[in-house]
């Protein structure tokens, strides 16, 4: 299978070295890689540019955008622009962040699971953060979902589910849009991703409000998103969190702003999610 992998990279000059390093030391190579330097202040052009030096299936393009790191739309559009670079000979796309270490095998092992089911659409591995020395789960979602730093996609699904949204929420939007056109959502346990830089780190209080957005935009309605914002704040332990979800969701609500499913998708996602509720229960 080839593999094509797009990396958006702004101002990780801390990380980006041993995220590449990773992908260099795989026991299976992809065939392309692009890194996007996203209007960096830092040295990470520098340090991309050892190397694309030393390996001429990895490149680099440099774009100008907003030095604000606002969650979904920024990275994405990078990723997309990095996508618009590369050839359709590909078989499996991947969006991986540059705070990321792969494990050796990590698409050895994606290569085996797509091969193994052609109904995979959507494939990764489980993020590990550094806690006193030690790497633990990054307990931000459930282990079954494939979490946006490091996925890949087949072909067939990522042009059916026609690429990624550019909008906060896109890392769910993807895998319940897999899910709508018949394609199963994999998760190898075996494969432990460390993330350099956890979940949010980044994020700034300007964005509190916008998870609840991307629950309007994904026509949650008003009672899993209520459901939904009141697991993660127990999750965080923030009362404010739920109040900010909630919050944002109405706000989104209010001013009609525009949703990235379908009317159909969103009735399939909101039998999905209560499916997964009942099921949880019961």
Not at 135 to 150: A, L
Not at 177 to 197: E, I, M, N, R
Not at 206 to 223: D, V
Not at 229 to 239: D, E, Q, R, T, V
Request: hydrophobic share 40%.
């Amino acid at each position: 299978m080839n593999i094509y992998i797009v990396i958006p990279a702004h101002n990780e000059e801390d990380y980006i070295a041993l995220m590449v390093e990773s992908i260099a030391n795989q026991t299976y190579l992809p065939k392309k890689v692009v890194v996007v330097n996203d209007n960096s202040t830092d040295n990470t052009t520098e340090i991309i540019s050892k190397f694309t030096g030393k390996y001429d299936w990895i490149k680099c393009i440099n774009i100008i955008s907003s030095t604000s790191h606002i969650p979904g739309s920024k990275v994405i559009r990078a990723f997309n622009q990095g996508l618009e670079t590369l050839d359709d000979h590909y078989d499996i796309i991947c969006k991986f962040d540059a705070d990321i270490i792969l494990p050796d095998n990590y698409l050895e092992k994606l290569v085996a699971l797509f091969t193994a089911d052609k109904k995979i659409g959507i494939a990764g591995g489980l993020a590990f953060i550094e806690n006193d020395g030690n790497w633990v789960y990054e307990t931000v979602s459930s282990k079954d979902h494939v979490r946006g730093p490091f996925k890949a996609y087949r072909k067939d699904c990522f042009k059916q589910i026609e690429g990624l949204k550019e909008s906060i929420g896109w890392d769910t939007a993807d895998v319940l849009l897999a899910q709508y056109y018949g394609w199963k959502v994999k998760t190898d346990k075996s494969l432990h991703v460390k993330h350099l830089k956890p979940t949010g780190k980044s994020y700034q209080e300007n964005t509190k409000f916008l998870f609840g957005e991307a629950l309007h935009k994904m026509r949650y309605g008003f009672i899993l998103t209520f459901l939904s914002a009141f697991k993660s704040g127990i999750n965080k332990g923030s009362f404010s969190y739920f109040f900010n979800t909630l919050k944002g969701y109405f706000k989104a609500k209010s001013k009609n702003v525009e949703c990235i499913v379908t009317e159909d998708q969103g009735v399939f996602i909101r039998k999905l999610r209560w499916r997964n509720i009942v099921e949880k229960i019961f």
